[in-house]
């Protein structure tokens, strides 16, 4: 899988609008506010927990992990 892209995706349903911001090992990653997240060129490096919080106006749910393995990438 190096140098292909890794792609993620969630959905939800909620009251109100709903919005999300997906993580690496914890962190939140910049820009990735959308229903889908997309590891481009995705290299060893990458490697780790991706998960996704969906907020609305009410309450904020987080994702399972979903775990990429070197021997993946």
Not at 34 to 43: D, E, H, M, P
């Amino acid at each position: 899988m190096a140098g292909q892209n890794a792609n993620f995706s969630t959905a939800a349903t909620g009251a109100g609008t709903l919005s999300y911001q997906w993580r690496y090992n914890g962190a939140p990653i910049t820009g990735a506010t959308g229903v889908n997240l997309t590891v481009s060129n995705a290299q060893p490096a990458n490697a780790g927990s991706y998960t996704v919080v969906v907020t609305n106006s009410v309450s904020a749910v987080t994702s399972s992990p979903h775990r990429v393995w070197r021997s993946q990438v």
